[in-house]
């Protein structure tokens, strides 16, 4: 078991690391969407959609790291 210290760190970065793959996701997004209609040419760039696969799967792992933290609290394994 780790300690208190070691586990309001792990809380911490977690929760960092979902805001910061957030911010990722959602910038890509909206570079996505800007290349759409009316703004852009209705095609994105093979980059742009790269960019947003690798941005949704970074986010998608950072959330189910925050999901097993929050389990581990709701069940009592975490303090």
Do not use: C, W
């Not at 040419?41 to 949704?56: K, L, N, R």
């Amino acid at each position: 078991m780790t300690s208190h210290e070691e586990q309001n760190k792990e809380e911490r970065d977690a929760l960092e690391r979902e805001r910061i793959a957030f911010q990722r996701f959602q910038k890509s997004f909206f570079a996505v969407r800007r290349q759409f209609y009316p703004t852009g040419t209705g095609t994105p760039a093979d980059e742009s959609i790269v960019e947003f696969e690798a941005a949704q799967g970074e986010l998608e792992a950072a959330r189910g790291e925050v999901s097993r933290i929050v389990e581990e609290i709701r069940t009592g394994k975490r303090r």
